[in-house]
């Protein structure tokens, strides 16, 4: 069975900083690429920023700069460093894994003051 379990979500004010975090189990991690997305109510999910296996990265323009994917395959973790957060950050973040073929649960984020 496929997990992915986000944690690492929370309220923060405007120009901080969250670390999420996605461990993954059930999958061959290592060789997925990794993403976080992210949602808004009555909008569509959208990319964040995304990993290879080989640690190739990709990002959204409106976080480029501010934000940081990385991946510990040994703990089947990836991770989403966020910098400089705005009101426009708030959103569900969700874990995805391959296409994505997997989803987590989601976190909240809340960036408000």
């Known amino acids: 069975q496929v997990q992915l379990v986000e944690s690492g979500g929370g309220f923060v004010q405007p120009g901080g900083s969250l670390r999420l975090s996605c461990v993954g189990s059930?999958?061959?991690?290592?060789?997925?690429?990794m993403g976080w997305y992210r949602q808004v109510p009555g909008k569509q999910r959208d990319l964040v920023a995304r990993?290879?296996?080989?640690?190739?990265?990709v990002y959204a323009d409106s976080v480029k700069g501010r934000f940081t994917i990385s991946r510990d395959n040994a703990k089947n973790t990836v991770y989403l460093q966020m910098s400089s957060l705005t009101a426009e950050d708030t959103a569900v973040y969700y874990c995805g894994a391959g296409m994505p073929a997997y989803w987590g649960q989601g976190t909240q984020v809340t960036v408000s003051s």
């Open positions: 059930g999958i061959n991690f290592k060789i997925y690429t």
């Open positions: 990993i290879t296996s080989a640690g190739t990265t």
